[in-house]
């Protein structure tokens, strides 16, 4: 029930009411194993929207031992390393997001990103392209197609009339 009522907090950007609602839930001791993984998920999810980026990395390292099958926690751990500049740890969490769910155009946006910062241009727009692929009219997609602009968009190709004989 506590869990419950944090994912409603969550999706109503009620941030501190939802981590509250998930340490009642953890102290309980009742969520075991997945289910205590994915509570320590939601948890770090809050904990990163008001600003705890610390408690918040604690949170996706339990929920990751936990739940290691998660695409989602790698992929939340991958951004949260981007975010506080630990770049290698990124690039490990995402190729762990993407061996889990290699189609996820969010997994891909942020191998872009993550790439980007590293300075691997080359491999920012190869993730940045699968992303677009993936998702051309979904947000990740876009997001991407923004990010491709600084490379400089190729010319679409367009038949023209066909050359006399």
Request: hydrophobic fraction near 50%; aromatic fraction near 4%.
């Amino acid at each position: 029930l506590w869990v419950q009522a944090a994912n409603s907090a969550l999706a109503g950007g009620e941030f501190v009411k939802a981590r509250s609602f998930i340490d009642a839930a953890l102290i309980e001791g009742t969520l075991k194993g997945p289910e205590a993984g994915e509570a320590h998920l939601d948890r770090a999810r809050a904990l990163v929207a008001v600003g705890d980026l610390t408690k918040a990395r604690t949170d996706l390292d339990a929920a990751a031992k936990l739940v290691p099958q998660d695409p989602l926690i790698w992929l939340l751990s991958a951004s949260l390393a981007r975010r506080t500049g630990d770049l290698d740890r990124a690039r490990t969490d995402i190729a762990e997001a993407a061996r889990l769910s290699p189609d996820d155009a969010s997994v891909a946006l942020e191998a872009g990103n993550i790439a980007a910062m590293m300075g691997n241009d080359a491999a920012a727009r190869t993730a940045w392209e699968a992303a677009v692929k993936i998702a051309p009219d979904g947000p990740q997609g876009k997001a991407a197609a923004k990010a491709l602009e600084q490379f400089g968009a190729p010319a679409p190709v367009t038949p023209g009339p066909a050359a006399p004989r």
